[in-house]
C-alpha cells in the first residue's frame, strides 16, 4: 500500500513537469508516452513475477485453498 500511495504522490508531480516542459500537442503527447511506458513496465514486472512463481513456486499464485 505504501508503493501505490508513493506512485500516487510522484506521478502527478511528473505528468505536470511534462506537460510544462512541452508544447507539442499541448504537452499531452509526452504525458500519454509516460503513461504507456508505466504500463508497459507494469506488464513486463507482472510477466516475470508470473514467471518466477510458475517455475520456482510451483503456481502458489493460481492456487484457490
Known amino acids: 500500500m505504501a508503493i501505490q500511495n508513493i506512485g500516487l504522490s510522484i506521478a502527478p508531480t511528473i505528468v505536470g513537469a511534462i506537460k510544462d516542459n512541452t ?6 503527447y509526452w504525458v500519454d508516452f509516460f503513461f504507456i511506458m508505466v504500463n508497459v513496465i507494469g506488464l513486463v ?7 518466477v512463481d510458475i517455475k520456482y513456486n510451483n ?3 493460481n492456487r484457490v485453498d
Open 59 to 61: 503456481g502458489v499464485l
Open 45 to 51: 514486472c507482472n510477466i516475470f513475477l508470473y514467471y
Open 23 to 28: 508544447t507539442r500537442g499541448f504537452g499531452y
